[in-house]
């Protein structure tokens, strides 16, 4: 059975090789400061009389705290909708506290400083109980300290991980972070994090990312996993209205969640989605963005049955009306409902979500001519975007899924599910900058666009002990199936300028048809262990996956004109040694998988074959966690090859080597004061190529220094007030692989408030957040085709959220 385990507190670190280590890991960031004066305790014996009414937990817990004279902080969204007892009679300090948080699924925990702070319970097992925290389909690894991340994450074939137990670098960002960021989007999420750069338009129809310097969702065949399985996610972009969590997984992820449909090696990221509560929640959220972009947001869970052990959860939202840039509105519902049931044995849940986003003048990328020098980017809220073009997209999407206890030893899983999604557009497709001042040559275009996806897995964990050796084995049967339809007429070519836009008359371009274009399934078979020795502080991880990779591609009349066929085996190698409580050291060797190419139609061995492309991750780093703090140094190496056409010949000639350096830190720093960010220091480089002069030289897209630091504060003056602020950097990067052209290096500043109060005893929250606050002008998310995109404009957000 789970038993309540509290945050580890912060100890002395007397040794001085454990100070040097963590002086490293922590060089940028500043010791907690001590408070003046010493606070009240909980293990004071002493009994006092209570007769406090039930009521809400955060303001019954503020008031109770001032009473008892005991220093406490937290994040408000730990006691969204969450009610305490009452609390009457004569109880020690520590006693009254229990009561208080009953049922909560929080404790309260001790700084080092001697104040408190509240935390979500984090659940282990005891000797008997088998399959760690992934026990329950919905059973989440606790919110850490902070509450903007979780102390832990899926990792895929492996299941929910402490982070301090993965051997990976691993982010998981919460619903808390994502209703106080305001943010839209997965890419407006894992803007919080320097190892991302989204390479999507502000204004666009598409998210997609470079993780590592490496693309990730280019494609746009369900590149992102949901909840833990690929083909399912919406396309072209993931909404956070149904995202209980962001998780993200750094490095090639062939092994843990099977090669990735569009072939993406920098990352993995999944998108855990909402279930029911344990307490009932009724909350709706409205919404602005500048210029007038109003929103509403409907949030609904309750739970049924005997033992309340089915459970809905209902999203519902709709923004509409103009965006931050010129002649552009946009329009977008969204609905999901996600159905679970808690057994004894059996667990289920059903997921179903519909989301339709309509755009006027989508943003498009710009792609730069040959020889020319890229100009200085124009406003962000300046489009060069024809105001009668427009874009449609709809996506659908199910899954079924659930586990079965055949013993206290052994479970068994399975997932079932897919997607459909539709885009259908008018526009001028990607303007191309053909002089220094900025006159840009786009080609009116019809395009439609099809993907069916379907998935399906079967598998156990099991646990069990040899020797002084605990094992926690994973296997895994998997099948994923796309089809892709597809169809564009053009118009003659028209010409603009960033600057000084010009208005076209809209061409007649009739709608196309969209025949089938090609046909993929991606099947394998998967096996894990981690081996774990001396109470779980050495830790060794094992695993191979056997991927077959079939695909057909197909001309207009629905011939096919050539077939893939392939196969290849991915192992993962990983250890975790703990030498203290707090520290872990940590190294993985992992693999990502990618489709070989076929030769195209200009080659003069047109339509050869070639074998998979396997990526290689060699990774090293330490994590330190000190109770509401914590940090991860890694070292990585990533190569991934790649084909090329030289005097006419199409080969795999080419190599790309990414090495870095990352440092990721996130956390309460001091009592009400919360960090997230970090930097990431990559030297990319192109190691093998066909043309011989580009040897040497940096990868398209790919900076030299990205960092990000992220800073809240609850104000001291005004209970409930809350300071945000932070800054993006990325440095200058390539846009060819002759090096010839570059964009200049950028920083973006945001800041914002929060205010979090009760109005009619409803727990309500009021949010600002002004992007870009200096309204700076760049060049932003150059994808792996050379295309870039304008900057964010200074763009004001407001909220207000309130539970019924």
């Known amino acids: 059975m789970p038993v309540a385990r509290l945050l580890r507190p912060d100890r002395p670190f007397k040794p001085a090789i454990r100070s040097a280590l963590l002086s490293l890991v922590l060089t940028a960031v500043a010791c907690p400061l001590a408070l003046a004066g010493e606070p009240a305790q909980l293990d004071t014996l002493a009994l006092r009389a209570y007769d406090i009414p039930a009521g809400p937990l955060g303001a019954t817990l503020s008031s109770f705290a001032v009473d008892a004279g005991i220093a406490l902080s937290f994040q408000p969204a730990l006691t969204d909708g969450l009610n305490s007892p009452a609390l009457i009679g004569r109880y020690s300090t520590q006693e009254a506290v229990n009561r208080l948080l009953a049922g909560s699924g929080l404790d309260m925990v001790r700084r080092s400083d001697g104040s408190y702070t509240l935390v979500a319970r984090r659940v282990t097992l005891d000797e008997t109980a088998v399959l760690g925290t992934d026990r329950r389909s919905d059973a989440l690894p606790a919110v850490y300290a902070g509450g903007q991340v979780a102390s832990g994450g899926r990792l895929g074939l492996l299941g929910n991980t402490d982070v301090m137990d993965a051997p990976f670098s691993v982010s998981t960002y919460t619903s808390a972070l994502i209703k106080d960021q305001q943010a839209v989007t997965v890419g407006d999420v894992l803007e919080r994090d320097s190892s991302v750069r989204s390479t999507g338009q502000t204004g666009g129809i598409v998210d997609s990312f470079f993780i590592r310097g490496f693309p990730v969702g280019e494609g746009n065949l369900g590149e992102l996993a949901f909840d833990g399985v690929y083909g399912v996610a919406p396309n072209y972009r993931v909404f956070t209205e149904y995202a209980e969590r962001i998780e993200l997984v750094k490095g090639p992820g062939a092994l843990l969640y099977g090669m990735s449909p569009n072939n993406a090696v920098g990352g993995v990221i999944n998108v855990v989605p909402k279930r029911s509560l344990d307490e009932d929640l009724s909350r709706f959220t409205a919404s602005y963005a500048m210029n007038a972009q109003l929103g509403g947001h409907v949030d609904v869970s309750r739970r049924f049955g005997e033992e309340r052990r089915f459970g809905v959860r209902i999203n519902g939202s709709t923004q509409l009306g103009d965006t931050a840039i010129d002649k552009q509105s946009r329009h977008v519902n969204i609905g999901a409902i996600a159905l679970d049931y808690q057994g004894e044995r059996l667990r289920t849940s059903f997921d179903w979500l519909r989301q339709k986003e309509r755009f006027d003048a989508a943003s498009r990328p710009f792609l730069i001519a040959p020889g020319v020098d890229i100009p200085s980017a124009a406003n962000g809220r300046t489009s060069v975007s024809q105001d009668w073009g427009w874009s449609k997209t709809r996506d659908t999407s199910a899954l079924l899924s659930g586990e079965y206890d055949l013993s206290e030893a052994l479970t068994v899983f399975a997932h079932a599910g897919g997607g ?45 002990d040899t020797g002084p050796i605990s094992h926690r084995t994973a296997v895994q049967v998997s099948r994923y199936r796309d089809v892709l339809s597809r169809g564009i007429i053009s118009a003659p070519p028209i010409l603009s300028n960033i600057y000084h836009p010009v208005d076209r008359p809209e061409p007649y371009i009739p709608e196309p048809a969209t025949p089938k274009v090609s046909e993929s399934e991606l099947t394998g078979v998967a096996l894990a262990d981690t081996l774990s020795i001396l109470d779980d502080r050495a830790q060794m991880t094992l695993g191979v996956r056997q991927q077959n990779i079939k695909s057909d591609n197909y001309n207009p009349s629905g011939v096919v004109t050539t077939s893939y066929d392939d196969s290849r085996t991915t192992p993962l190698f990983g250890a975790v040694i703990k030498p203290w409580d707090h520290v872990a050291l940590y190294y993985n060797y992992i693999e990502g998988l990618s489709k070989g190419d076929i030769a195209p139609s200009t080659a003069s061995n047109a339509g050869e074959i070639f074998a998979p492309y396997v990526s290689r991750q060699h990774e090293l780093g330490v994590k330190a966690d000190y109770g509401t703090f914590t940090s991860t140094l890694s070292l990585f190496q990533i190569t991934k090859p790649s084909g090329e056409l030289a005097a006419g010949v199409f080969s795999v000639q080419g190599e790309q080597r990414n090495r870095g350096l990352e440092l990721n830190v996130f956390g309460e720093v001091t009592p009400g004061t919360r960090l997230l960010g970090g930097v990431t220091l990559l030297d990319a480089e192109l190691t093998k190529t066909a043309v011989a002069g580009n040897r040497g030289n940096k990868p398209v897209g790919v900076p030299s220094v990205q960092a990000n630091l992220w800073a809240e504060w609850d104000t001291s003056w005004l209970e409930g007030l809350t300071l945000t602020g932070g800054a993006i950097h990325t440095g200058s990067q390539y846009v060819n692989q002759a090096n010839t052209q570059k964009l200049d290096d950028w920083t973006r500043f945001d800041v914002g408030a929060r205010y979090t109060t009760r109005i009619d005893e409803r727990p309500t929250t009021f949010r600002a957040t002004v992007q870009n606050v200096f309204d700076r002008e760049y060049w932003s998310g150059v994808a792996s085709y050379g295309a870039f995109s304008q900057g964010s404009p200074r763009t004001l957000l407001l909220s207000a959220t309130v539970d019924f």
């Not at 786009?442 to 069916?452: L, N, Q, R």
């Open 420 to 464: 459909k999604s539709a885009v259908a557009r008018m526009s001028d497709q990607t303007p191309t900058i053909i002089n220094p001042a900025g006159d840009t040559s786009s080609t009116p275009g019809y395009y439609k666009f099809e993907v069916k996806r379907y998935t399906v897995d079967t598998g156990a964990r099991l646990r069990f």
